[in-house]
């Protein structure tokens, strides 16, 4: 037997021995998952069972899921030998892990029990959905409806804003990603399990905005660093220590770098600085002022610089300003020089020797030869390509770009046409890097959602072959109606808004709207007979009634605003039915909705994002805003002055919400805003209860509140964050979180009401980018989490 076939025999002897261990420790499961697993399996047996090319859910039982430690499993499942058929389970873990790191069982198994459901079963409703999705022990929800499809590619959620994004060699030959941010700290991440690496580096005293990688021969490398406070670093990644600290010696910030090696291991770091000056640092202290580049007529700060391979495999240095500049790597020669048209905002090297590609801030995308100049242009939607990296997949050679959106396009240089959009990130991608893993690129991204997520080759595949996703949800609205049942109200993206039935999961109306944008808000408001009507934003800034059963427009449209609409709520007032409406004119509109009457205009100084209203129905009516200079604003329907003013210090206020029914507490207001904070306030006495409830790790983006009609009431607060989970809150009592619901996508839509089947359940509706959901959520006896 040659050595080839040794190896290879012993290799499949070892997967073998892990697929035996992981089928014999699956078998020691559980089926209660209430039980306490034996810590070797909560630690190990992912690990084996992928190690054995048995990673499926007969060798990871669902119930062992929220119990499990070690490896992450949503970096086990992307590799190249996990694809395996039977993972639903595992597939709906890896979409919720990253953001349950820290979450009690309780919160763990329910989050993985609406992600299992919506992924599995989408559309149906709960009579209808097997046993397994129905009721999962440990879980504290019902899944009544969805079309919920969050990712399952997040590799890492971050706690600060970053900026910039590299693949980098660590110990032992790991393969990382280096995340630089807007504190001035890079972190290092696992490729695979998605967890830190060492401590975060505080690297620099400004925004990290550009890092590159030179490797060792013999391993690990330098991670080099680039920040607005002018400065470059070079790093050891091994032991996360600094190697190098260079300037550029006045005022001015750090535009790109780039580093590689000569063939005597020597390490050149290259920097461009906002003025377009180049410079080279050589080891020990050799410093080469190399060029300076002229700026743009049109944009006189965009420059870039990165290294690039000739097809003789030489190194080249390649700078933009006004020109495309090439350098030999090794004796700094320029070579040659190119017009540049547009201003550049991007550059990369590419698959293909020799070429280079540059984005452009008209969004376009320029191929060029090293050796004969421009080949190719892309004309992109017009936003500036700001992030650009290449890639092969399946023989094609392909670019990605991002811009000022979430999306990130796939361009095909050998077709040069845009072949392709990955979705998944919920605000502006900002850097993109790619890598090899056992043999086949992989497309990292990181953007403002504070997420870094991985596209293997079947997501891009997908992506290219138009595959079909769950449309996003711009707005939604549910109600309890007493004739027809619950209904919800769902506005999407593709500017459709439809009706739907959740006991049965049918579509019972679609509006016919009045053009192609997608409706921004929603609400219900009393109708006659007990069947409710539907109002909706209209394009031209007007609120309209819409009666779903009939199908039919109910009186003359609500107008007045001449800007997009961005909040409704309505109530049953003392003296009619009212509703609130608020615009990005700077103004919230009172109306009487019996009548078709505005009653009052209130202005503000900034854009109001959120209104709500309520109504004892007795003594006291409730009309509220929120705007973006922090503050939250009380009014009453006779006075054009606002009643009362809450300075929250919670940033710009994104939700309210009022509670005004039989309650432990007096009547109150819930404010959230971008601090990530949930403020409540007494509306009697018009001062805070308690102190700010803390445990979001970015902005609260929407919130409900309800009071349940058990023996003995109870208040709670729901908010949902842009960090990708929702909060429970009982405020009567511990004002504590006692649920935390991963979603794994931001949620900016929230509405619920009490359950008739439970007295301290809730039926919640949400919707976000992921879609929509209606879920049942049991809050009877929760431990505080915390």
């Keep these: 037997m040659n050595p080839d076939d040794r190896q290879r025999d012993m290799c499949d002897a070892e997967q073998q021995a892990h697929a035996r261990i992981a089928a014999a420790l699956a078998r020691l499961v559980s089926p209660d998952a209430a039980s306490v697993p034996h810590p070797y399996l909560s630690r190990y047996l992912a690990h084996h069972a992928a190690l054995g090319e048995a990673l499926d859910d007969n060798h990871v039982p669902p119930g062992l899921l929220p119990w499990t430690i070690g490896d992450g499993v949503r970096g086990l499942l992307s590799l190249p030998h996990a694809h395996l058929a039977d993972r639903a389970w595992l597939t709906a873990w890896a979409a919720v892990e990253p953001y349950v790191q820290d979450a009690d069982l309780p919160s763990r198994f329910t989050s993985l029990h609406l992600a299992y459901t919506a992924l599995r079963f989408p559309g149906v409703p709960h009579q209808r959905l097997p046993q397994e999705a129905a009721e999962f022990a440990g879980s504290r929800l019902r899944v009544l409806w969805s079309q919920w499809t969050p990712p399952s590619n997040v590799l890492a959620t971050l706690s600060r804003r970053s900026l910039s994004l590299a693949t980098v060699e660590g110990p032992d030959g790991a393969e990382l990603l280096a995340v630089g941010n807007e504190a001035g700290s890079i972190e290092l991440i696992d490729t695979v399990?998605?967890?830190?690496?060492?401590?975060?580096?505080?690297?620099?005293?400004?925004?990290v905005q550009c890092l590159s990688f030179a490797a060792y021969s013999t391993g690990g490398g330098a991670l080099i660093s680039g920040s607005t406070d002018g400065t470059v670093r070079v790093w050891d990644t091994t032991r996360g220590t600094l190697l190098d600290h260079r300037t550029f010696g006045r005022r001015t910030w750090t535009s790109a770098v780039t580093g590689y090696r000569n063939d005597a291991g020597t390490l050149t770091v290259a920097a461009i600085n906002g003025d377009g000056e180049v410079k080279l640092w050589r080891d020990p202290s050799e410093e080469?002022?190399?060029?300076?580049?002229?700026?743009?007529?049109?944009?006189?700060?965009?420059?870039?610089?990165?290294?690039?391979v000739d097809p003789g495999g030489r190194n080249l240095l390649i700078g933009v300003g006004h020109t495309l500049s090439i350098w030999d790597g090794a004796d700094h020669r320029l070579l040659r020089e190119y017009s540049v048209d547009a201003p550049v905002r991007s550059l990369t090297g590419t698959t293909v020797p020799g070429c280079v590609a540059t984005g452009h801030s008209d969004g376009?995308?320029?191929?060029?030869?090293?050796?004969?100049?421009?080949?190719?242009?892309?004309?992109g939607e017009g936003e500036p390509v700001t992030a650009l990296v290449a890639l092969r997949v399946d023989g094609l050679d392909l670019l990605a770009a991002a811009?000022?959106?979430?999306?990130?396009?796939?361009?095909?240089?050998?077709?040069?046409?845009?072949?392709?959009q990955l979705s998944g990130h919920t605000d502006t991608v900002t850097a993109l890097s790619s890598f090899s893993a056992d043999g086949t690129d992989r497309l990292a991204s990181t953007a403002r959602d504070n997420t870094v997520r991985l596209w293997d080759t079947h997501a891009i595949q997908r992506a290219i072959r138009g595959s079909a996703t769950t449309p996003a949800v711009v707005a939604v609205a549910i109600t309890p109606d007493s004739v027809a049942g619950p209904r919800l109200a769902v506005s999407y993206a593709t500017s459709q808004t439809q009706v739907w039935d959740t006991l049965s999961?049918?579509?019972?109306?679609?509006?016919?709207?009045?053009?192609?944008?997608?409706?921004?808000?929603?609400?219900?408001?009393?109708?006659?007979?007990?069947?409710?009507?539907?109002?909706?934003?209209?394009?031209?800034?007007?609120?309209?009634?819409w009666a779903p059963v009939t199908g039919t427009t109910v009186g003359a449209p609500l107008?007045?605003?001449?800007?997009?609409?961005?909040?409704?709520?309505?109530?049953?007032?003392?003296?009619?039915?009212?509703?609130?409406i608020s615009s990005d004119d700077f103004a919230v509109r009172l109306w009487d909705l019996d009548r078709g009457q505005s009653l009052q205009l209130w202005r503000h100084p900034y854009t109001v994002r959120t209104v709500a209203a309520a109504s004892d129905g007795v003594s006291a009516d409730w009309f509220a805003s929120g705007s973006a200079d922090g503050a939250v604003r009380l009014w009453d329907s006779t006075d054009g002055a606002p009643r009362h003013v809450f300075y929250c210090s919670q940033g710009v206020i994104n939700a309210v919400?009022?509670?005004?029914?039989?309650?432990p507490l007096p009547p109150f207001l819930a404010s959230g805003g971008d601090d990530g904070t949930v403020c409540l306030w007494d509306l009697s006495a018009l001062a805070p209860i308690g102190k700010p409830l803390q445990g979001h790790t970015d902005a609260v983006e929407a919130i409900t509140t309800w009071t349940t009609t058990s023996d003995v009431p109870r208040s709670f607060v729901a908010s949902s964050s842009r960090d990708g989970t929702i909060r429970f809150w009982e405020v009567a009592t511990t004002s504590r979180c006692i649920l935390q619901l991963a979603t794994g996508s931001p949620v900016h839509s929230l509405s619920a009401y009490p359950s008739d089947e439970s007295t301290n359940a809730v039926v919640l509706a949400m919707a976000g980018e992921a879609g929509v959901a209606v879920v049942e959520v049991d809050l009877e006896d929760q431990a505080p989490t915390g």
């Design 193 to 207: 399990t998605g967890a830190p690496v060492g401590d975060r580096i505080p690297a620099h005293e400004g925004d």
């Design 288 to 308: 080469h002022h190399l060029a300076n580049l002229n700026p743009h007529p049109l944009e006189r700060a965009a420059f870039a610089l990165t290294l690039a």
């Design 364 to 379: 376009s995308i320029t191929l060029w030869d090293t050796d004969s100049g421009a080949q190719a242009t892309f004309t």
């Design 403 to 420: 811009g000022s959106g979430a999306t990130i396009d796939l361009w095909d240089m050998g077709a040069k046409r845009r072949t392709g």
């Design 505 to 545: 999961g049918s579509s019972t109306s679609t509006l016919d709207s009045d053009s192609r944008r997608p409706t921004s808000a929603l609400t219900w408001a009393q109708g006659d007979q007990g069947r409710n009507l539907l109002l909706w934003s209209a394009s031209d800034h007007s609120i309209r009634s």
């Design 559 to 580: 107008q007045g605003h001449s800007q997009p609409i961005r909040a409704l709520a309505s109530t049953v007032a003392r003296s009619g039915r009212r509703v609130v």
């Design 657 to 663: 919400a009022i509670n005004a029914g039989p309650s």
